[in-house]
DNA sequence: CTCTTTGTATTATTCATTATAATACAAATA
DNA sequence: TATTTGTATTATAATGAATAATACAAAGAG
């Protein structure tokens, strides 16, 4: 699991650490179960602050995608919440992009074929 | 067209102004031509500072949705660019989505309906 | 027990962004 | 001429993000 940070990007450090994370689980490349790189190792890895990185997995752990123990550091959950349903946030943010997608001219079946592609892409 | 914003948020002001408009241009609320509400209008109207509502203009018209006069105030565009394809952040924006759902337990199927609902909802 | 590694907590500091405030200016128009 | 338009400027406050330097508790290895 290689994580990469964008250092132009607007989107904050932790929160794109987040972002790679829940990608990482969704398409297979973490499993369930599987520790997370330790703070202090992805820090020096990646050339960031060790409590950027904890902040990052504190939201992951608060968003119920990993667990921590003291010594086993953190893992992958094995059982997550299948609520089958957008998050407040996320569906937000998919209406902003259905929203964009619409005025730059895009028909349904354009934007539908596109989330196609993409769910598929990293099939977990 | 009426601006709702919400304090508690933590997506900034002038990013929720431009969403409101864009979706407003989306659903038709705001038809090519027309006009915004003033700088000083929109601000007084939603108590905010009038350069919170200019910065949220200027990045609407940097992204072509809107254009200015300097008597005739801010018009939606009548000729937007029809390119079709998703921007950059919006593609990244519907990937973090996407895994988020897959993640939760959701079908490509459960996605498909619910950005096909999302796209007939105002509808233009 | 001692030492190391784990996540976490604390405190302080720096930096960028956001938002406000108070003006001012050019252009258009009534 | 006076008003309204967007815009520019400067200063300031508030917040969030990131760093830095430690420290602590828990768990395991030796």
Known sequence: MIIKINDM????I???IRNQIIAGISD???EPGEQLPTVRGLATEIGINSMTV???YQLLKQEGYVYSDRRNGVCV???FEQKKQLSKSSSDGLKCI????????MTKEDFLEICEK???EGQS
Do not use: T, W
């Open 9 to 12: 990007s607007d989107i904050p």
């Open 77 to 79: 959950r094995r059982d």
């Open 54 to 56: 904890s902040k990052a």
């Open 118 to 120: 993409m769910f598929e």
């Open 14 to 16: 932790y929160q794109q």
């Open 98 to 105: 259905i929203a964009e997608a619409k005025v730059g001219g």
């Open 28 to 30: 297979g490349k973490l």
